[in-house]
Structure formats: C-alpha cells, structure tokens
C-alpha cells in the first residue's frame, strides 16, 4: 500500500496546488466545450457500468491479507443545478475533512467513496459518477465531473438516475457481510419522474439492462420502476438519506411521498455537510449516540456548541443504531486478517506455513 | 424485579402497565417516589428511546426558558405556563447490562401527579368505565392538548402518537399529559399547515370520543350544559381541519368556550 490508498494532507495539497480552486472543474469544462464529452472515469456509461467497491487483499505467502478492513462504500450525489452550481468546489474544498470525519466513524473499515452530480435531463450531462475510490483518487474524479449549473427552471431536477445507479448497478462488498453501505443525495429541488428508458441508456448507455442483470437484478425495460421503488430497492443494499437544502415546501412534499421522513435531513445551508454526514453514519454504526455527538462534534469536527446543537437536531430522528443491528456487524473481517482466496469473505481458520518454514521433506532411504 | 440505575440507584418495578413493540412500561419504586420505567424491547430499539430522551430534554429545556421570560412579562405574578406539565422529565436514562444491554429511561409526571397511580390513559374513560365525560369536563381536556400543541408546534415538535392510550389525565388536579414520545419527531424546519392540522384533528377526535360522540363528524350527544350550538360548532370546526395553528385554535377555543361558560373549576364528571 502506497500514499495514495489513503487521503493524507500531504497528498491532497499536493494534488489542490496543481488545480484552479476556484473552478476545480475548469478543466473537465474545456474537455467538454471542445466535444470531447466526460471524462470516463466519471461517464456512468464507461469501465463496464457498475460500480464496485471491493476488499483489498495483498498476497502473504499462499494466503492474502486483508489491507484496511473491509470495503465500506459512502456514495454522495450533489445536485448542482441553480444555486448549486458551486457544490463541486465546495464538496473539494471540504473533502480532506469529510475524509477525515468519515475515517474517525468508519475507523474499522477500508473507506471507499463514490461522489455523483446531477442536472436536469435537459442538460447535457444528466450524471457523472466517479468509481469508488480511497485516497487521491476521490479528489481527482472530482476535478473531472461538469456541472452545467442549468437545471432548466422546470420545477425539479433529475436525481433518479443517479438513485438507479446506486441501486442497480452497484457492486459493494459490505453488503455481502448483510451490511449496507452510505447514501446520501443532496438537493433543493422535486425529482421528476418517472424514470424513462431512454434516459437510463443515455446516461449508463444502451447495454445497461444487461449490467443490471449482470449485477444480479431482473428488470423489465418496460416496466420501470418508478423513483420510490427505485429508492426502496437502494435501501435494501445502502442506509440512504437524502439532505433538503433550503427547501421549499414542494421539495418537502415530493421527497416525503417516496422515502420515510426520519431519512430526510434538513439543513440551511451545504456548509457542515462534512459534520452531518459523519454524525448519520456514527450514529448509525453505533459508534455514536445522541448523547455523546456533540462532544465529538465540537472535539474532532471543531465545530462550535451552537453547530454541534443544529447538527444533532437535525439528525435525531434517524434510525439510530441501524447498522449495528444487522447481522454480522460484530463478525466482519478486520485489517490484517487472512484469506485464501482473494475474494474470499470469510478468513481461514487454517494458516498453512508458508514455504521455507516448513521442515524439509525426510527423505525415507530404502 | 430491581434494576440499578446510574449512581447505584435501584428502581423496583411494581407492575407492568403497557407494552407496544417498542418497549415494554412499568411503574416503579426509588425510595418512596413512583416514577415510569420504560425498556427497550430489545437492544435494537434503544435507538428509539435515545431519541425520546433528547426530545424530552429539549422540550424541557425550551419550557424552562420560556417560562423565564415569561416571568419578565406577565401582568399576574402567580400566573405560569406550565409547559413542562404535558411531558414526562427524564429521571435517569442508562444501558442495563443485566437486561440485555438494552436502554431504561426513568421517566417522572411529579409536576403533575406525586404517584403515577393518580394518572390514567383516557381510553381507561370508554374501554374500562365504560363511561362518557360531560361538555364541562371536555373542555379543560381538548383546552390543554391544544395547549401543548401551540407548545410543541412551536418548538417545531410532532407528537405522532396522539392516541387515546398515550393521553394521560389526573381527574382530580386537570393535569393532562402525553407518555410516549418515543414517536414525535424533532425537526429543524418548520412545521407544513397540513402536519399541524393532522394533530389538532386528532386530539379533537379523541375528546369528541370521550364525549359519546362521533369522531368523523364531530357530532356529540346532546346535554343540559349545552344551551346552544357554540360549543358544538366549534368541535366540528376543529375536525373539519379549518384549524391549521394550534395557536389560533387554543385562543378562538377558550374565546368561545369562555363566552358559553365561566371560567370556574368543574370537577371532572362522568356520565
């Protein structure tokens, strides 16, 4: 394992000093200006659709080790339409301390993230969806993603897509331990429906049916399912929630019709988005309760009593503990556990010597 | 059965009162004080009761320093608000180790009833007794639930759970109580019209039930106390949904209320 399988200051601001902080995008802008389209590694349609989010195993010997615990995927879809066209360089700016505050939450597991945008469909780039990466990589998908800012003023944006994404065509290891990953949407706006199979082939392109069911899912193409099932059948597999930013009251009515109330958070403003985020999943891991959060938030996030009182208001109705419920959540692997085989879930119980350890074979003379 | 709470305190479970599938209640015994012992049904649902502990703290909170400033401007020097009356006070609140590691809060109604014997749901009126409330005692019922709405409400709190079984009384002293928050829900935004209307209907429903009458409509038997349809009228209004503040439903309430009949106490009578 080098430098860049974890997101350290040192690396970060080595890569933030090569890049225009005020646009981090500018670059992915001119790419698409000149017609060259996105970027692949944040195109949902490219590097075979689905996106995983798998152990790392290093050989040792016959064996292999476990490198950072097992995978755990926190996927975030920024709405930048309108207002929301900065939330690109925002997610950038903050990411070394969502990293951070994710790591003091997920200490146990290999934090793998996964960062989307979306638009309208009338944009051109309705999502752009990075791979689900640790270290540099994280920042380096960001800086590669469009937001066109647009939206279209047509009461809604266009998030279902993304939401298909993280329910069908997402491969996450932790989910193979009956554990969910993190998902989290953030925006102002109604989604529109319904989720039509014209956009689903021009964002994951035409074979995207056939990673669905590659992916382990069967669904008719032409009878989709409309955004609440879309978002039902994500929660099977993620804790989603999905954050309303300065809404208005329609925003509120739409998001409460199609996923529980106790999974919406409600927030002023994408400033503490970092805070928020590690305070969900802390709570949710257990690693967190109520009463505890606002000393961490204050003591490792660094925010002020005021802050860490809004932040824990605004996520106390969540399924607290949720996570630690589920079925082997004091089982999984830990970091340095051995495998046979590298995609092995469970580690051997069995650790064969390796070769030169073993006593020479005797040699029986007749 | 004994179980040890925070500072070697032993609190002695009595009898079990209610069950939901949430957590299980009883009354207890801390020295000569009653209180309610709530438990998680199981450790899974801690969560829930670690959410009804932040509730009930803040709401406590809220209602302390409301009532401070209230102080600085009242006219009458005894007059108060009480807020702190329509909830349980968190007595203690831990993990029981011995109970499987699942959560106990102690919950206290003091202000409202020194045992928790003196306190009944008011379904206890039509299920149990079998009885119905006159218009009268109706009044200081629907007068303070919509009271602890125009609370709540303000504090951007849902109660939720605004069932009969969750509404206590004390008959004697005209307290009334919520239980169970452990389904409110604290929000940071403010409350739509149409959340607000839902529990100002659902609280009339539950009197009006109370009172022989009809919840749907809002009908309710006829009776001496009534000389005409003011106050009548004013139920269906209430569950026609043409409320949706509980401020302006708690004050046109008692503007009509008061003009039918005096403000004087009527002790809680049943037919």
């Known amino acids: 394992m080098n430098d860049k399988d974890v997101l350290s200051d040192k690396v970060y601001k080595d890569f933030k000093s090569n890049v225009n902080t005020d646009h981090v995008t500018s670059k992915a802008q001119e790419r698409h200006e000149k017609g060259l389209g996105l970027d692949p590694l944040v195109d949902p349609a490219s590097n075979g659709v689905i996106r995983r989010s798998l152990n ?12 950072m615990g097992i995978a755990m995927l926190v996927e975030e879809r920024l709405d930048t339409t309108g207002s929301f066209k900065r939330n690109v360089d925002i997610a950038f700016r903050v990411l070394p301390r969502t990293y951070e505050l994710l790591r003091k939450v997920l200490g146990r597991y290999d934090l793998q993230m996964i960062n989307a945008i979306f638009a309208d469909a009338l944009d051109d780039y309705i999502l752009c969806r990075s791979h689900a990466e640790m270290g540099i990589k994280i920042a380096e998908q960001m800086t590669l993603m469009v937001p066109e800012g647009g939206g279209k003023g047509n009461h809604g944006e266009d998030p279902q897509y993304g939401l ?8 996450a290891d932790i989910n193979r331990y009956g554990l969910k990953s993190y998902d989290f949407t953030v925006t102002d706006e109604p989604s529109h429906e319904p989720v039509l199979k014209s956009q689903l082939e021009r964002v994951f392109g035409k074979e995207v049916f056939d990673k669905v069911k590659e992916n382990g899912f069967e669904i008719d193409p032409n009878n989709l399912p409309s955004v609440k099932q879309v978002i039902d059948k994500l929660l099977e597999r993620a804790h989603a929630f999905v954050f309303l930013v300065d809404m208005d009251g329609e925003a509120n009515d739409y998001w409460t019709t199609v996923i529980a109330q106790n999974r919406i958070i409600y927030l002023e403003d994408t400033n503490y988005l970092p805070e928020v985020k590690a305070a969900i999943i802390g709570l949710t891991e257990g690693v967190l309760t109520l009463s505890d959060l606002e000393d961490f938030l204050v003591n490792e996030a660094n925010v002020s009593k005021d802050v860490a009182k809004m932040i824990k208001r605004a996520v106390a109705g969540i399924p607290i503990g949720a996570q630690a419920l589920l079925e082997n959540f004091d089982k999984i692997p830990l970091k340095g556990d051995l495998f046979k085989e590298k995609r092995d879930i469970w ?3 069995e650790i064969p010597e390796e070769d030169g350890s073993e006593e020479p074979p005797k040699t029986e003379w007749l | 059965m004994n179980i040890k709470g925070t500072g070697n305190k032993i609190y002695a479970t009595v009898r079990q009162l209610a069950s939901n599938p949430n957590f299980n209640l009883y009354e207890c015994l801390e020295g000569e004080q009653t209180y309610f012992l709530k438990i998680a049904k199981s450790k899974a649902e801690n969560g829930t009761l670690e959410k009804e502990e932040y509730i009930l703290k803040t709401l406590k909170e809220v209602s302390d320093n409301v009532e401070i400033e209230y102080a600085k401007k009242r006219t009458r020097p ?4 009480n807020n702190h009356f ?15 590691n699942r959560r106990v809060l102690i919950l206290g109604l003091t202000s409202v009833s020194k045992q928790t014997s003196d306190l009944a749901p008011i379904s206890f009126i039509t299920k149990r007794d079998m009885v119905k409330i006159d218009p009268k005692t109706s009044v200081w019922i629907l007068g303070k639930l919509l009271k602890m709405l125009v609370f ?12 009969a079984d969750n509404i206590l009384v004390n008959k004697a002293q005209h307290y009334v109580s919520v239980l169970n928050w452990g389904d409110a829900l604290i929000l940071n935004r ?3 019209q149409k959340e607000c209307l839902i529990e100002i209907v659902g609280v009339t429903k539950e009197v009006v039930k109370l009172l022989g009458g009809n919840p749907t409509t809002g009908e309710i038997p006829e009776d001496e106390q009534m000389e005409d349809s003011r106050y009548q009228d004013l139920l269906k209004k209430l569950i026609r949904g043409e409320y949706h503040d509980a401020y302006l439903a708690h004050s046109d309430f008692y503007g009509i209320v008061r003009s039918i009949w005096p403000s004087k106490f009527h002790p809680y009578t049943t037919k």
């Open chain 1, 164 to 171: 298909f994404g993280g329910a069908y065509l997402t491969s």
């Open chain 2, 78 to 81: 005894d007059s108060v608000l």
């Open chain 2, 152 to 163: 709540t409400h303000g504090q951007n709190v849902l109660v939720r759970d605004l069932s």
């Open chain 2, 190 to 192: 403010e409350l739509e």
């Open chain 2, 86 to 100: 329509f909830f349980p006070e968190i007595v203690d609140s831990f993990i029981c180790k011995e109970q499987q």
């Open chain 1, 347 to 349: 580690p051997t119980d």
């Open chain 1, 56 to 67: 790392r195993m290093e050989p040792e010997g016959l064996l292999f080790r476990l490198v």
